[in-house]
């Protein structure tokens, strides 16, 4: 269950009784128009705060890279004066008073955690500095969120740890890769981290549909594995804000991309954000894929393939509206393969 910070969830209930500066004298009807379609959920409000207390002058915070309207954003710079949460000191400058800190990524070393592949599950981890981006984005997303159960479906890549040492949330591992068990087991113990770990395949499990609060979905690059694990997770969720998606456009292809979105569009999920590339994942020396390219490149010069990266993967952050299961839940239990790259689309 998530904990948002109390000061937040009062200036959210005051926020509740505002209304944007373009329907000041507008009808009751229009106004309840805006209220269900316009006005901010407590999640994208606490994220308007945050922006708030990370700048000092009010240019900086609306061109922040965040689409924003004046409109839309006064009630909200409004409430926050009239309850001397901030205060105007010079022009377009103010000063945070009254307003609870952020969260934010606690320090440690970036090499702390470290994974090696097993090429006989054909793992390829993540580099470091890509683990802790997921969580850094997480913290971002969730800025006044002060305890909530954060799901790993697929490679976990060391990012529970992560989470475990750098923020207050609880990670929950699905995974089967009993090596990897050990291993986040081993540590957990020694750092006295709380984890929890589902040792079972989750499309096996009693689906609660409260266990995780949000979660990152890192599938087969397959329509049908991005699907899967889609479906599973959101069956695992309540009332979830927010969800992540790490996928490679390139491997999923000129089909599969529309075919997602069409799926997720029409079950109520739409995507708010991609970062291309946010993920970048080391090449094993001893895979078949890097002795493959090492062979094609040798014919081409001395390359040196253990010094580039065998693939990077996208972001896809994925908001909800309205969730409706069906369609994905249609399409996933006739999905036979979901490693199946090519043959779906094969004549």
Do not use: H
């Not at 040492?165 to 750092?191: A, C, G, H, M, N």
């Not at 995780?212 to 695992?236: K, M, N, S, W």
């Not at 078949?288 to 990077?312: A, H, P």
Request: aromatic share 10%.
């Amino acid at each position: 269950m998530i904990r948002l910070n109390k000061t937040i969830k009062n200036l959210y209930k005051k926020y509740l009784n505002k209304i944007p500066l373009d329907l000041v004298d507008a009808e009751q009807d229009e106004i309840d128009g805006w209220k269900n379609n316009v006005q901010l959920s407590i999640y994208d409000f606490s994220r308007i705060v945050a922006l708030v207390y990370n700048n000092d002058d009010m240019r900086n915070f609306t061109c922040s890279n965040i689409d924003l309207d004046l409109d839309n954003i006064e009630p909200i710079i409004t409430l926050l004066l009239e309850e001397s949460c901030i205060k105007i000191v010079e022009k377009s400058k103010y000063s945070v008073l009254n307003l609870p800190k952020p969260n934010k990524l606690s320090d440690g070393e970036l090499n702390f955690f470290t994974d090696a592949p097993n090429d006989s599950l054909n793992q390829f981890p993540c580099s470091v500095e890509s683990r802790i981006k997921r969580v850094q984005k997480l913290i971002e997303d969730f800025p006044y969120v002060e305890e909530m159960n954060v799901g790993l479906m697929g490679d976990d890549d060391l990012v529970s740890l992560e989470i475990a040492k750098r923020t207050t949330f609880t990670p929950v591992v699905f995974e089967l890769d009993k090596r990897t068990i050990e291993k986040i087991k081993k540590i957990s113990i020694k750092e006295n981290f709380k984890i929890k770990i589902v040792e079972k395949d989750f499309r096996d499990l009693e689906i609660e549909n409260d266990q995780i609060d949000t979660f990152f979905a890192d599938p087969p690059y397959t329509v049908g594995g991005v699907l899967t694990f889609l479906y599973y997770g959101l069956r695992l969720t309540k009332n979830s804000d927010k969800v992540y998606l790490i996928a490679n456009q390139m491997f999923l292809g000129k089909r599969g991309m529309p075919e997602i979105f069409k799926i997720l569009n029409n079950s109520g999920i739409y995507i708010t954000e991609i970062i291309n590339g946010f993920n970048e994942y080391p090449l094993p020396n001893n895979y078949r894929e890097t002795i493959d390219l090492s062979n094609q490149l040798k014919k081409f010069g001395d390359i040196d393939v253990s010094k580039i990266m065998s693939s990077s993967s996208s972001l896809f952050v994925l908001k909800i509206d309205k969730l409706n299961l069906s369609e994905i839940k249609k399409f996933v239990e006739k999905c036979d393969n979901i490693y199946d790259r090519y043959k779906r689309y094969s004549k």
